[in-house]
């Protein structure tokens, strides 16, 4: 280890110790509210992008949208991808290496060297973050996703708490940007699915919406529920933001929440809209929408009810997802991924 990179882990490792936040979630007691159980009812939360200065002040922001959710009856909460983004704020004059020139941030090897070294100090103040929040409430959160580095790789990976606080699971990215593919960020090769006591739930990570064979391989494996958390890098448009977890509702017929990181910070604008999803027959309007954000910008905490009962046998009794010619897609299919 050279001395540079020496001095830089004993300077993360004061920025980002753990003893205050530790002792400032230490003196809080659980909250009791009236959780709603049947039915069941899910949050998407919005976040705005704001650069903390503290992990207390980080904490606070996170546990204000849960305790929004929480307030309305929420068992389960997901937060968006990036959710460690915010956090850079712990490091002086990040804004001004936000604002540097575009050949300087598009250097991937950069890039990637600040997400391997920065990563793991991140990865401790997410997890003291969420744990708590799970915990203190007695909720399953879905914590978001953070750019991380596993066995010597750097992964994007959401996680998944249970209501004691501790980790039920993960799961990795599977498709990578082309702007992720510069810094070297590696998909991950395997969907899981996490059995909970209201149903079956996958979350894969923003693009991996993009592809119906992830949705097709979730519903395979038995979920009720698929959780997209996003961090979408580009302006608002209403029909390319479709591209996305609503077409694959209404295709393998589950629900859907979509969680979003949202706010413009130098040059990094993201948008998105949270909100929870339905295949359209089970939606009131029937446009397959139970709830959505009003704006593609600022916190927002999306609530609704959902029936996984009721969606089962919905699934049982749709004709068109029985009509399906197997005998055809094994013969092409299995030709098609070589």
């Known amino acids: 280890m050279g001395l540079y ?3 830089a882990k004993i300077f993360l490792s004061y920025r980002f110790r753990m ?3 530790k002792k400032h979630i230490s003196g809080m007691k659980p909250a009791v509210y009236n959780k709603s159980k049947t039915p069941l009812k899910v949050a998407a939360i919005q976040v705005e992008f704001i650069l903390h200065k503290t992990s ?3 904490f606070e922001h996170m546990k204000s949208l849960a305790e929004t959710a929480i307030r309305e009856g929420a068992v389960f909460v997901a937060y968006p991808e990036n959710i460690h983004l915010p956090l850079y704020g712990l490091l002086p004059g990040i804004e001004k290496s936000f604002l540097g020139d575009s050949s300087t941030n598009k250097n991937g090897g950069n890039i990637r060297d600040a997400f391997m070294m920065v990563g793991p100090y991140l990865k401790g103040v997410y997890f003291e973050t969420f744990s708590a929040i799970a915990r203190l409430y007695g909720i399953y959160v879905m914590g978001g996703s953070i750019t991380v580095p596993e066995e010597g790789e750097l992964y994007n990976i959401a996680y ?11 799961q990795k990215k599977l498709h990578i940007t082309p702007d992720e593919e510069t810094f070297g960020l590696k998909p991950g090769s395997e969907l899981k699915i996490y059995d909970l006591p209201f149903g079956k ?8 919406a993009t592809y119906y064979e992830t949705f097709e391989l979730a519903r395979k494996k038995g979920a009720d529920m698929v959780v997209i958390p996003i961090g979408n890098m580009e302006e608002y448009e209403f029909y390319r933001a479709l591209r996305g977890i609503w077409p694959r509702v209404q295709e393998s017929r589950v629900i859907g929440i979509k969680s979003a990181l949202v706010g413009r910070v130098a040059q990094f604008n993201f948008t998105g809209r949270a909100g929870i999803f339905a295949p359209i027959d089970l939606t009131p309007n029937r446009d397959g929408i139970l709830k959505i954000s009003e704006n593609h910008y600022g916190d927002d905490v999306i609530t609704a009810e959902v029936d996984i009962e009721t969606l ?8 068109l997802l029985w009509d399906r010619n197997e005998v055809l897609y094994r013969k092409y299919f299995s030709k098609l991924y070589v």
């Open 160 to 170: 998944l708490f249970g209501p004691d606080g501790k980790q039920i699971g993960s």
């Open 312 to 319: 089962r046998r919905y699934r049982e009794q749709d004709e």
């Open 56 to 58: 207390i002040e980080y």
């Open 19 to 21: 003893a205050p936040l």
């Open 5 to 7: 990179d020496f001095a």
């Open 201 to 208: 739930v996958a979350f894969p990570v923003c693009m991996d």
